[in-house]
């Protein structure tokens, strides 16, 4: 009877314990909460702009299953890339280091990961995780520090997607982001449920040429979205790398990104239903071509709706997954992140693609959930990056974090605490040029408010200041400009002491900025 009485209380006063910061995870020790299960959503190019939770002026998109982690967690709003493109960015995911240090700098030919170096999987794996990767990988050696592996070989495909699963090459039926999924939750239903795991489960989609679920196509019907600002920028006002790229909607957008072609890959049913789509609207194009800003205007309407579709499925996958963890009794004790390799261009400069240092592919979306010691509905403004994932993570599971690793764990911020030395600026470099989208390489420091960037290694080289509080569009280099002397000083000691602790080396490698063929 007394016991009966007394498990109720126990019940409570165990929970009450559960929600203190820093009451979970197994670095505590105060705890009987076993390590946190980790669940990694990435996916590819997703812009911030594209997630309801974190607004829009343009007001794109509903994405209710990605904005329940930032109701029922933390939203961090300036998550910044170390070097914004694909391969790169989940090489420093994995390692916690910069591109110059984990060699993965670009996505040419010649790039390959070298899977034998530390990564947080592996050492997660050797503290008793189950691993597990599923979807796009990207880094083209065979992954390491996984139990289970199914990746798309390259780029993937969007429909009917071959993969490899250990190693072996296997047929797959459906949409890339639902056998992503599907591959998933399987795997989770199959593990060892006496141990803690990691999941990565990582989107192809939304990658150009952004080819959405046939269940999704036309899902937003005739809406005209509202333009960017900037869609038409003329580049006045900065250097010559702004003007000398090819990434434009207006030059650089193809017959298939804008599908006048549709994509291979498709079985002769999914072809039907592709066509019974995109043929009206390709036909009514070709009645009346438009050209000059009209053409640009229609381009940008085409891109929006296939990109925004594809993330459509992206939200509900999120959805599948959260659901399983709920009726797996999981939710409580796993961490679950939502994340994308970096961020997009939706028309503003007149662009799509990423690589720049500017606000829009420099910043990623970063949500996550941790019941018990992330406050729900939390909104933190520190600056963050895909650089502190992989400490995060081994801090989060009790495992201790290399002294090489360049991030800072997550966790303090997590807890809703924010260390008096977190960092007030932050190292950006890109290297791949000139292929395939004519971005100089450019380096550069960047703060609450200003970024300072050298552009490097395509000849003239130059530097720039931009002031994001006066010109949140970053539309003017005000390096040498009344009133900004002292802030260009400041930063140009700050960009000097960041390589030097980085340990960038001050000379690159030519084959650093990658192949002279397209890839
Ligand atoms: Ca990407």
């Known amino acids: 009877m007394r016991f009966r009485r007394l498990a109720p209380l126990l019940l409570i006063l165990s929970s009450a314990l559960a929600v203190l910061p820093g009451a979970a995870g197994a670095s505590s020790g105060s705890s009987q909460r076993p390590p946190p299960n980790i669940v990694f959503i990435f996916s590819d190019d997703h812009a911030y702009q594209a997630i309801s939770a974190y607004g829009d002026e343009r007001k794109l998109l509903e994405t209710p299953n990605i904005d329940r982690l930032a109701r029922e967690g933390m939203r961090f709003d300036r998550c910044l890339v170390t070097n914004s493109i694909c391969g790169p960015s989940r090489a420093t995911v994995l390692t916690g280091l910069y591109s110059h240090l984990n060699g993965f700098v670009n996505n040419s030919p010649q790039a390959r990961f070298d899977g034998s170096q530390t990564t947080f999987p592996k050492l997660l794996q050797a503290r008793g995780y189950q691993t597990a990767l599923v979807g796009k990988w990207h880094l083209v050696s065979d992954p390491t520090g996984f139990d289970f592996w199914q990746i798309l070989p390259g780029q993937g495909a969007y429909y009917n997607p071959p993969m490899i699963r250990q190693g072996q090459r296997i047929r797959t039926q459906g949409y890339v982001t639902d056998v992503i999924t599907d591959e998933s939750i399987a795997w989770l239903k199959q593990r060892d449920k006496t141990k803690p795991f990691l999941l990565m489960s990582q989107h192809k989609a939304p990658h150009r040429s952004w080819e959405p679920a046939l269940r999704h196509l036309g899902a937003d019907g005739q809406r005209v979205y509202a333009e960017p600002p900037t869609l038409f920028d003329d580049y006045a006002g900065r250097g010559p790398a702004v003007r000398d790229q090819d990434m434009t909607i207006e030059k650089t957008m193809t017959a298939r990104d804008t599908k006048l072609t549709p994509p291979p890959g498709l079985s ?117 990056s895909n650089l502190d994932y992989a400490e995060t993570f081994l801090d989060a599971a009790g495992v201790p974090v290399p002294e090489t690793m360049q991030g800072r764990s997550l966790k303090p911020l997590l807890e809703g605490r924010r260390p008096a030395d977190w960092r007030t600026s932050f190292y950006y470099q890109y290297f791949e040029y000139p292929e395939p989208h004519r ?40 390096l040498g400009q009344p009133g900004y002397t002292a802030v260009q000083a400041e930063l140009e000691t700050e960009l000097a002491r960041l390589r030097r602790d980085l340990k960038v080396p001050a000379t690159i490698p030519e084959h650093w900025y990658g192949p002279r063929k397209a890839n």
Do not use: M
């Not at 961020?343 to 979306?365: M, N, Q, Y």
């Not at 420091?445 to 010109?471: C, I, M, N, P, W």
């Open 439 to 478: 971005v100089r390489p450019h380096y550069g420091v960047v703060t609450d408010r200003y970024k300072l960037v050298r552009f490097s290694g395509a000849g003239d080289d130059y530097t720039e200041l931009y002031d994001r509080q006066v010109d949140p569009l970053e539309l003017r280099n005000l």
């Open 268 to 384: 002769p049913d999914q072809l039907a239903a592709w066509n019974a789509y995109y043929d009206p609207l390709n036909a009514a194009f070709a009645a009346h071509p438009p050209t000059g800003a009209d053409l640009v205007r229609w381009r940008y309407q085409r891109y929006l709706h296939d990109y925004l579709a594809c993330i459509r499925a992206v939200d509900e996958s999120v959805g599948r997954l959260l659901a399983f963890l709920d009726e797996q009794g999981l939710a409580d004790n796993t961490i679950v992140v939502y994340s994308s390799d970096q961020g997009f261009f939706l028309g503003e400069h007149g662009w799509f693609d990423k690589r720049w240092i500017f606000e829009e592919s420099l910043r990623t979306p970063l949500l996550v959930r941790w019941p018990g010691v992330t406050r729900p509905g939390s909104v933190n403004r520190d600056l963050v």
